[in-house]
């Protein structure tokens, strides 16, 4: 079983900056393609972004090429998601998704997910 932890959420204004974190646990991370999903108020949970297990591989929905970037540290278990330049409608609760199938933005195929964490952005 995979247990996924995020943080690094937190309220900021328009054109600023936040890197979430996601701990793993209970499998040793380099087995697993490793994503992200967020969901805003009233609206479906969306891929944002994943990489594929030796980081050779990355993903993002538009929306957030060149301002959004994923990365891992197998040896430290954890994967991160840079952001800057953030938008309001980056507002929505962030999840850390993993699976043992091929990287994709499909959500049904991710196993496993965080609790989420919240990131606001004002304007």
């Known amino acids: 079983q995979v247990q996924l932890v995020e943080s690094g959420g937190g309220l900021v204004q328009a054109g600023g900056s936040l890197r979430l974190s996601c701990a793993a646990s209970g499998r040793t991370l380099s087995s697993l393609n490793m994503g992200w999903f967020r969901q805003a108020p009233g609206k479906e949970r969306e891929f944002v972004s994943a990489i594929s297990r030796r980081s050779n591989s990355t993903y993002y929905v538009d929306s957030v090429k060149g301002r959004f970037t994923i990365s891992r540290d197998n040896a430290k278990n954890t994967v991160y998601l840079q952001m800057n330049s953030l938008k309001p409608e980056d507002t929505a609760v962030y999840y850390c998704?993993?699976?043992?199938?091929?990287?994709?933005?499909?959500?049904?195929?991710?196993?496993?997910w965080g609790q989420g964490t919240q990131v606001t952005v004002s304007s």
């Open positions: 998704v993993a699976t043992d199938s091929v990287v994709t933005t499909r959500k049904s195929l991710y196993d496993y």
